[in-house]
């Protein structure tokens, strides 16, 4: 039963239903507030039901503008909203300026027209049988009434507006957001794939330089590749994965990054986080390429430090290396990666990291802080 009266809300319109009903709703109570109070305080029905008809004969001509302006005057000429603009094309041509005259003069024919009974009465008042007879004084009372009543109606038809006006922000800035967060789950897919060839080729690079001095070591190094490309491929779709799946592909990562240094290269690594803690997958791995490719000498002493850790609510991520900047021949990265791992944190982490970069004694830091109870 349940999922027949979801299907039906559903085929009739959903949320337009929903809104349609509430709107329905107030005016029902509207107008029947009154007839309830009265029969609730004489128990007389014959008083509660006059109560009804003086009550309903004075709100029918508010409720008809209210509605009338709410779902034909305000979309169709005052917002001119997506769907109107499609099915009334011609309207769609009009000026702002000329669809808001129109819209008041619909208003000024319309506001008349629901109250031509006033008028009615005034035409025929000769022909009215038991027509008391009205003085000139009593006459402009009665018209004077009349045009209060029909500045309620205007009003009632920019309460309809500003309630329609309302929601249809909402409704904007909904789609907004939806908009801009399907954006965003975009480009961070974008800038994943990015970085996955990005990693590729510098390791590839790595093992082409392995397999000239050691085919047997290379053969190792193309399986450990292998699994870091399965993890790379197959575990990291989600936005965030499990930091113990991120720790081991950063050990084998730096294993791969270690078969071009030599003797004179000091790599050490330290890892301490908890096993249900989960991060953006692939974060870290510019940043250690980077120290690999800036930090490394094959004449000179060498030292990187890479050190991962939770601290209450925060993942810290620290790079230590000595620096050894390349010089404008060696086109080996252009940098791609560290914009891309920035921008990766723009987006995923906005307001929840910091990112810190220092030179100190030809070693340099980075230190990046991820607040991930947020």
Known sequence: MKQFWNE???????????????????????????????????QDYEAAKTSYHVVFDIFISPFLIYFVNFYVFGPLLFFMDEKEARTFRQFNKLSNRTRYLIFGLCNLIAIP???????????HRNSIPDMPEMTT?????????????????????????????????????????????KHTEAELAWLKNQINPHFLFNTLNNISSLTQIDPDAAQDAIAQLSDLLRYAMYETNKKTVPIQGEVEFMRNYIALMKLRC?????????????????????????????????????????????????????????????????DDADRSGSGIGLENTRRRLD?????????????????????????IKD
Not at 21 to 38: E, F, G, S
Not at 113 to 118: A, D, G, H, T, Y
Not at 138 to 155: A, D, E
Request: charged share 15%; net charge neutral; glycine share 4%.
């Open 8 to 42: 039906l809300y559903e085929a009739m319109g959903g949320k337009t239903l929903s809104l349609w009903l509430t709107q329905l709703a107030v005016w029902a109570v509207i107008i029947l507030a009154l007839p309830i109070a009265t029969w609730l305080s004489t």
């Open 113 to 123: 027209l629901f109250n031509s009974r006033f008028f009615t009465l005034w035409l």
């Open 137 to 181: 004084n009593m006459w402009i009372g009665f018209f004077s009434g009349v045009f209060m009543f029909l500045l309620l109606n205007c009003i009632v038809a920019g309460i309809a507006i500003g309630i329609r006006h309302f929601i249809r922000t909402r409704q904007i800035r909904q789609q907004l957001k939806d908009e801009q967060a």
């Open 262 to 326: 030599n003797e004179k290269t000091e790599v050490k690594t330290s890892f301490d986080v908890e096993q249900n803690v989960e991060i953006a997958p692939l974060l870290f791995i510019s940043l250690i390429e980077n120290a690999f490719k800036h930090g490394v000498s094959s004449n000179r002493s060498s030292m990187i430090d890479i050190h991962l850790e939770q601290k209450d609510s925060s993942i810290v991520f620290t790079c230590d290396n000595t620096n050894y900047p390349k």
């Open 347 to 371: 987006l995923m982490y906005a307001g929840r990291y910091t990112w810190q970069k220092w030179l100190e004694n030809d070693i340099y830091h980075v230190r990046v802080t991820l607040n």
